[in-house]
């Protein structure tokens, strides 16, 4: 019964995490850009960009946070005795916690420190700056590193569903 809810616990938090960046990255970030920039607003890239950079955070430390949990709480799962498909799930969530550690705690953070020392709003600064093409340069890292916390978490959410053969479903 505890394992059960343990399981069930982990695909709820591993899905909503999931949900969230997907969503986040789909939809939410390309609109603000977009409906900002169609106010025609002298600053709509920098208004989009603090909004965006302050939910990547909430995403970020959560998908890190969801990560490290489904470590631990692996441990007590004896979902399959296959060796491999337990090592795959543990690879794909440690990956899953170092894209999204990655993500705040390094690429963000030197783009905020890049923003801070630009002085003015980003949409001011030319693109042949240093400091925005670095910017620009860590933007493309920081979708990559996202894509790639999601690409894991799916894995690992396929791994985590599976059932192990000869096992059916409870009713």
Known sequence: MILQIVRTVRLLLL???LGGAIFFGAAVAPSLFVVLRGAQ???ANEIAGIIVTRLLATINIAGFVVALFLIATAFVMQQTSNRFVRFAEMISLAIMAIMTGVSHWIISARMLALRAAMGSPIDQIGHDDPRRVAFDSLHHYSVGVMGVAIIVGLIA????TARPRGQSARP
């Open 15 to 17: 899905g909503l995490w």
């Open 41 to 43: 607003l002298s600053n």
């Open 157 to 160: 959410f396929v791994i985590m």
